[in-house]
């Protein structure tokens, strides 16, 4: 797969997961935790981690951007 894609199965996977949890950051009023729970994250810790380096910032800051946004 990476020689194909240059990613891994797991990049494709975080990949999927973080568009998952940008989209309920946007369209509902879902907890954090509760958007991290449903995308697999079993650890807070850990999903606040993935999503700070996916996206450069906190998932409270993301949807708090996103809603000056709209």
Do not use: N, W
Not at 3 to 8: F, N, R, V
Not at 29 to 53: H, M, N, Q, T, W
Request: net charge positive; aromatic share 12%.
């Amino acid at each position: 797969m990476r020689l194909h894609l240059g990613k891994t199965p797991g990049d494709l996977v975080t990949a999927a997961r973080m568009e998952y949890v940008a989209k309920e950051l946007r369209l509902t009023s879902k907890s954090i935790l509760e958007i991290g729970f449903d995308c697999g994250y079993a650890k807070p810790s850990r999903f606040f981690e993935v999503f700070r380096r996916y996206y450069g910032t906190s998932p409270l800051r993301y949807r708090k951007q996103q809603q000056l946004v709209v």
